[in-house]
C-alpha cells in the first residue's frame, strides 16, 4: 500500500539557527550524525521501507548540488532520488508549493530530511489510508535533552524549549488532531472554541507529544491550500493549523448547528446530534463519516467538503528526534553512540564504543563507553574522551580531554586541550591548552594557544 505513496524528503538548506554548523561547504542535510551525514537516515529509513523513489527539495542551488553529489555516490543502484533546488528561506509549504507540478500521486508522503527515528513510515500511510485521511502526522513522545551526566552548565538551561513543544488536541480515541499549536503561539492563552468542544463531546489536551515533520497528505488538499492559501510558508505553522481548523468547522456545520440559530442566537447542537458526532468521531470507516454528513444536509443538495485531520502515535519505545538545533544536534550525536545505538548502523566493540580501525590510540589514551573515533583519526598520549563523537583525520595531541562533544573532520587539537560540551567543525585548529565548555567553533577557525571560552560561537565571519 505504502508504495502507491509519492515521498517528498524536505532537506531545507543552510539554516540560520544552525549557524555556525552550518555553512556554503556545509548544508544543513549534511551535518554529521556519527560521522554520517543526518539526511542518510532518512534515506535508509525510506529505503528499509521499499521506498525508493524520492524527490528531495533542497534551499539554495549550491546546497543543492552538494547534497545531489553526495546522494548520487552514496546511493548509486540503491535509491532512484530526484534533487530539486528551491529558493532560499521559502519555509516548508514554500518548498512544496515550488515542486507542486511534480507531484501526481493520489497520497504524498512528506518527511523532514532532519528526521531520525526508527518509526517506518508505513505506519503513518496505513493509518492516513484507513481513516480515508486529508492529512495524518506522526506524534512521538518529546526527547530528552542534556547530557546524560552532570557536568556541563548548558544542561540547565536544557528544559527550556519554547520553540520546540506542541499544544495538541485529541478526539478520546486518539485518532483524530482537534487541535495544535506550535512555537510562539503557545507562549499566549490558548483559545478552545466553545463550539469544537460541543462537537467532539471531549477533548485531550496534550503537551507531551511532538509534531515529528512527517505527514501523509492527499495530494489534491495539499495543491489546493498551497495555491489558495499563497502566504502560507510552513507546514507545521500554516497548513496544519489550518486544516485542523476546517475539519472542526465542517463537524459543527455537519452537526446540523446551522438548524439551531431557528431557536436563538446562540447555536446550541441537539444532544442527539451531539451523541451521533461522538460516536462519529469515535469511528473509523469512512462511510459512517459521510452518512452523517448527509443526515445533516439541509435539504438544498450540497454537499459539504470535510478535512479528516488524523494522528499516529509512535510508541514510547521508539526513538524519534529531529535535528533543528545546535542542542538537537549534540543531543542526536550523543544518542545514536548511547542509547539509540541501533540506528548507528555500526557495530559497537565489546567496550560499547566504535574505534575504526585505522585510527591511533597514543600510550594510556582512553576512549570510553558511547564514544565514536573515525577513520584515520590519531589522539597523542594520555588523552580522555567520554561520551563524543570524534570525525575522521583529526589530530589530537597528548593530555587532551573531550566531554560530552562533537569534533567533525580533519580538526586539530594540540597539547593540554580541555573540550566539554562543544562542537567544533572540521579544519578547526585549537592550539595548546585551550580551554572550551559549551561552544560552537565553526569550520577553520583558529583558536590561539591558551585561550579560554565559555558559551561562545566563535567562527569566521561570512564575506
Known sequence: MIMDFQVVVLAGGTSKKLIPLVSKEVPKAMLPVANRPVLSYVLELLERSNLKDLIVVVEGEDAALRVGGWISGAYVDRLHVEVAAVPEDVGTAGALRAIAHHLTANDILVVSGDLVCDVFPGAVAAAHRRYDAAVTTMLCS??????????????KDKTKKPGCCNIIGLDPTKQFLLYIATGPEIERDIPVQKS?????????????????????FKRAVLQEVLERKD??????????PYLVRSQLRSEVLLNGAPHSEENGHEKVVPRDNQEMLSQLVAKTTTPSFHELHAMAADGSGAV???????????SQDKYCARLNSIQAFSDINRDVIGEASHLSGYSFSAQNNIIHPSAELGSKTTVGQNCMLGEGSQLGDKCSVKRSVIGRHCRIGSNVKVVNSVVMNHVTIGDGCSIQGSVICSNAQLQERVVLKDCQVGAGFVITAGSEYKGEFLAKKER
Open 142 to 155: 518529546l526527547p530528552v535533552s542534556g547530557p546524560l551526566e552532570s557536568g556541563s552548565s548548558s544542561g
Open 196 to 216: 469544537i468542544l460541543r462537537a467532539v463531546g471531549q477533548m485531550e489536551i496534550r503537551a507531551d507529544l511532538m509534531d515529528t515533520h512527517l505527514y501523509a
Open 231 to 240: 502566504t502560507f510558508q510552513s507546514l507545521q505553522q500554516d497548513v496544519l
Open 304 to 314: 459539504r467538503r470535510t478535512h479528516k485531520c488524523c494522528v499516529y502515535i509512535a
